[in-house]
C-alpha cells in the first residue's frame, strides 16, 4: 500500500512540474539556430512569471539595450527582464510580454512547455504574426 501511495504522489508532483516553466533555460536563436543567453524565469508573489537574462553565452556588439525604448535603455543586458507578466493559463503562459534586446522591440509572449523544452512565441496583434523559439531546459 506504500509503494502505491508513493507512486501515486510522485506523479502528482510531476505533473504538476511538467507545466511549470520555472527555472533555467538555454535561449536559442530560431534564425541561427545558436544558443544566446541563460534565462532565469521565477515566479513573483503577484502570481506572474518573469525571466531575466543570467548568462550571455555570446558577447553583444554592445553590452547595453542601446535599442530599448522604456527604462530599461541603456541598461545591461546581463540581469535585464526581458519576460514580464505571464499567467498560467491552462497548459501555456500567456498575457505577458518578451523583449528583444538586440532591437529593444517588446512583443506579446505566449510560452507552451514540451518535456525539457520551452516554445517561446513573440507576436504582435495576433498569434499567426509572430515567430518562437524552442528554448532548452538548463540542469
Do not use: H
Not at 507512486?7 to 505533473?15: G, Q
Not at 540581469?79 to 507578466?85: A, C, L, V
Not at 503562459?93 to 528583444?100: E, N, R, S, V, W
Request: hydrophobic share 30%.
Amino acid at each position: 500500500m506504500k509503494r502505491i501511495t508513493f507512486a501515486f504522489v510522485a506523479l502528482f508532483f510531476a505533473t504538476l512540474s511538467y507545466a511549470q516553466i520555472e527555472g533555467k533555460w538555454k535561449t536559442i536563436d530560431d534564425e541561427t539556430g545558436q544558443a544566446k543567453s541563460i534565462v532565469e524565469i521565477t515566479k513573483k508573489t503577484n502570481g506572474k512569471y518573469y525571466g531575466k537574462i543570467a548568462q550571455l553565452l555570446i558577447k553583444p556588439a554592445d553590452p547595453n539595450c542601446t535599442a530599448c525604448k522604456d527604462e530599461r535603455k541603456g541598461k545591461p543586458i546581463l540581469g535585464m527582464e526581458i519576460i514580464r507578466d505571464l499567467k498560467k493559463d491552462g497548459e501555456e503562459f500567456t498575457g505577458g510580454t518578451i523583449t528583444d534586446p538586440k532591437t529593444g522591440k517588446s512583443y506579446k509572449c505566449t510560452i507552451t512547455r514540451d518535456g525539457e523544452k520551452l516554445n517561446v512565441r513573440g507576436y504582435v496583434g495576433f498569434s499567426l504574426i509572430g515567430r518562437t523559439q524552442t528554448w532548452q531546459k538548463v540542469n
